[in-house]
């Protein structure tokens, strides 16, 4: 027996899916690089280094976001979702 969130999952759009999930990952990955830097101990830690790895991090949640977006925009498939509410 399917449940409705198992349901959901296989009819929404598996690429924007994937995005999404590359979009969590990546924002994950900034935060936990902003975390990183707030335990930095500065006289062990390089500063530049450090930050260029949260610079990094954020560019690349910035690029699978702006991915996600566009993919959006282009399917036309965030509205393919049956359990959603209608409008
Ligand atoms: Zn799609």
Redesign the pocket.
């Known amino acids: 027996m399917k449940t409705a969130s198992a349901l959901a999952l296989q009819t929404c759009?598996?690429?924007?899916r994937n995005l999404v999930e590359q979009f969590a990952i990546a924002a994950r990955l900034h935060a936990e690089a902003v975390v990183v830097l707030s335990h930095a101990v500065p006289a062990v830690v390089d500063f530049a280094e450090s930050c260029n790895a949260v610079e990094q991090a954020r560019q690349e949640c910035e690029t699978a976001g702006a991915a996600f977006r566009e993919?959006?925009a282009t399917?036309?498939?965030w509205d393919?979702n049956p359990g959603a509410p209608v409008h």
């Open positions: 759009c598996p690429i924007r993919h959006v399917h036309g498939c393919y």
